[in-house]
């Protein structure tokens, strides 16, 4: 299969295209590095409309509740603020700021809920959950679980309650919603490196992809409290057995990547096979951003013979291919079918000797002071837990090495 160049569009060499999102009732978004949001019409492939959202570069855009289909509400995140903008109207309906002032870098919209990740400040950096009903305070706050910026955030699609981010710290932290303390609230920390994406690849399994260009498949834990944790599929390096030299991100049924060596660039996209690359069978388009870096990607759903690229080149590409449709999903499974991850599996209560020695006469415990002492035996060994992990994550040496930043 191959791909000619059907369009280009460009929003000029020194502004960066960063982010494609579609609304598929309507337009194309793509996110640009002034700080602007282009619309652009499915037909034509001309922008019928921007959005002149920050002042600096936009570090990351979601369409609201992740409607695809019909939805006109859109965040963008950048150094100043989350802002919300009703696409009908053009109208920003929202800005959303943190304590500490801090850049915000990711976003993710599900379940009635906005979730946005900010840039380290002082000891920490923020994860904050917005209800998209009310935007005046943020519905609940994780300001303790990373240590350094927020770069990928993921809702579980089919589970409203479990939550995952990745950070520079290295760390992929995945929570359960339904507790109300933050500690608890922290289901499970993955070690991994500095983390440039991650997020479900099925309802219990979950993909990380580092700056560093390595890349690992993980289990999703249960609620024991001393859960048998499979050993994860580590993939190491790929830019060697995958013959590029980064990865762009990982789609519903493939995983895109980009080389540049030699004045010369090529796009690929490596189909999933039950999770696994098939190198073989990977599509291959040149010079698809000339030299420059490929940010995103999309196959529309009801387009499936054409691919959209954006890039550092400042251009959005439309590609359109020689053999039909890719007949790549559109959801990694059927996201409609709600899901508890954890039903089946409860957490382990610590059973005690009941049998007080004869020569000791004790004062029973009350009820109350029964669960307090359970709950903080509970807590002594998931912080236990988290040390250990991140002591050894720590030996592992994970860099902060951005492959990119757009500002």
């Known amino acids: 299969m191959s791909y000619s160049k059907l369009e280009s569009i460009d929003f000029g060499s020194n502004n960066w295209c960063l982010k494609l999102q579609p609304i598929y009732n309507s337009c194309l978004l793509t996110s640009l590095s002034n700080g602007r949001v282009e619309m652009i019409d499915w037909a034509t492939h001309k922008s019928i409309q921007q959005i002149q959202a920050h002042a600096t570069s936009i570090n990351d855009m979601v369409i609201i509740n992740n409607d695809r289909i019909s939805g006109h509400l859109v965040a963008t995140a950048a150094e100043d603020a989350v802002k919300i903008y009703d696409l009908k109207s053009n109208d920003c309906v929202a800005t959303l700021k943190n304590g500490k002032s801090a850049p915000f870098l990711s976003l993710d919209s599900r379940h009635g809920l906005l979730a946005c990740g900010t840039e380290l400040s002082g000891v920490d950096a923020e994860l904050h959950l917005y209800d998209i009903r009310s935007w005046q305070e943020p519905l609940r706050s994780l300001v303790d679980s990373h240590h350094d910026d927020i770069t990928s955030i993921n809702f579980h699609p089919s589970d409203p309650n479990v939550l995952l981010s990745g950070s520079t710290d290295g760390y992929v932290n995945i929570y359960d919603l339904t507790q109300q303390e933050e500690d608890d609230a922290l289901h499970q920390v993955i070690n991994f490196a500095s983390i440039h994406s991650c997020g479900w690849l099925s309802p219990k399994r979950i993909y990380t992809l580092s700056h560093m260009e390595t890349y690992g498949i993980h289990e999703l834990n249960d609620k024991r409290d001393e859960p048998t944790e499979p050993k994860p599929i580590e993939f190491g390096d ?26 010369k660039s090529e796009l690929k996209l490596i189909p999933l096979d039950h999770e696994k690359p098939d190198l073989q069978s990977a599509i291959k388009i040149s010079s698809a951003h000339d030299e420059e870096v490929v940010r995103d990607v999309l196959v529309p759903y009801q387009h499936e013979d054409l691919l959209y690229s954006c890039g550092e080149d400042g251009c959005l590409k439309v590609w359109k291919s020689s053999a039909g449709p890719l007949n790549v999903p559109q959801e990694f499974w059927q996201y409609s079918e709600k899901i508890d991850v954890f039903d089946g599996t409860v957490a382990e209560v610590e059973m005690v000797d009941s049998e007080a020695p004869d020569n000791e006469c004790q004062q029973p415990p009350s009820d109350v002071d029964a669960v307090l002492n359970d709950n903080d035996k509970k807590r002594k060994r998931k912080k236990e837990r988290r040390s250990k992990e991140k002591s050894k994550s720590e030996s592992k040496g994970s860099s902060k090495g951005h492959r990119y930043h757009p500002y």
């Open 238 to 263: 790929i830019r060697k057995p995958w013959d590029c030299n980064y990865v762009i991100d990982v789609y519903p049924g493939f995983i895109a990547t980009g080389k540049t060596e030699e004045g």
